[in-house]
């Protein structure tokens, strides 16, 4: 496999000006094409003519992969304050600690456990109909905003299990915080506890 260096020169089709060009290689900052993020300083072949980017080298994905986690999109949600305090006492009890942090990653660990498996898709789904009672006697409590920062695949994963939960962005959350409480909070002896308090490990490294 060819590894390029800045100055190396070649030939790619350039889109913008629809034909085959001259392209030049050097470290350039690539923005991804769904506008969430960039890739910084990358090796990348621009058109000689246009100067647009017309071809990222094999060398530059381990790069573009790095980038692709670190760059975020919003989730929020307004719940009123018990899913909150389900939420943040599930924390406590992987790791006293870790305090909101866990937040995040717990919501994220159960959409991907959940988005391709059809029993617990269904289970959310019936969430909002078996605790339908329990949530409407919090409406007199206070509302909280959960507010967080989510990679593009974890945003992606998430949009696919609202259509397959066929629930609205807030009854998912609420869902899933549902649970949480279930399966992390209840049970004197959580079984998936090793395996959570491993992950908040390696966030805390």
């Not at 089709?13 to 910084?40: M, N, Q, W």
């Not at 790095?66 to 305090?85: G, T």
């Not at 009890?93 to 660990?109: M, Q």
């Not at 990679?151 to 696919?160: L, S």
């Amino acid at each position: 496999m060819k590894i390029w260096y800045a100055g190396d020169r070649s030939k790619a089709l350039c889109e913008k000006c629809r034909k085959v060009v001259t392209t030049t290689f050097d470290y350039h900052d690539v923005p991804f094409e769904s506008g969430i993020g960039v890739a910084k300083q990358i090796m990348a072949a621009t058109c000689d003519e246009c100067g647009t980017v017309v071809a990222i080298p094999p060398q530059s994905t381990p790069a573009i992969r790095v980038a692709r986690e670190i760059a975020s999109r919003p989730l929020e949600v307004v719940m009123a304050a018990p899913f909150i305090d389900t939420l943040d006492l599930a924390s406590y009890r992987i790791d006293p600690s870790a305090g909101v942090i866990l937040r995040k990653s717990l919501i994220a660990y159960f959409v991907h456990r959940s988005v391709n498996d059809d029993s617990l898709v269904e289970r959310l789904r019936k969430n909002a109909e078996v605790h339908r009672a329990k949530w409407k006697s919090w409406h007199d409590t206070p509302s909280k905003r959960l507010s967080m920062k989510i990679t593009p695949r974890v945003g992606d994963e998430f949009d696919e299990l609202v259509k397959k939960s066929a629930l609205n962005k807030t009854t998912l959350v609420k869902s899933i915080v549902m649970d949480i409480g279930s399966e992390i909070v209840e049970p004197e002896e959580p079984q998936m506890m090793p395996e959570l308090r491993r992950m908040a490990a390696a966030l805390a490294a």
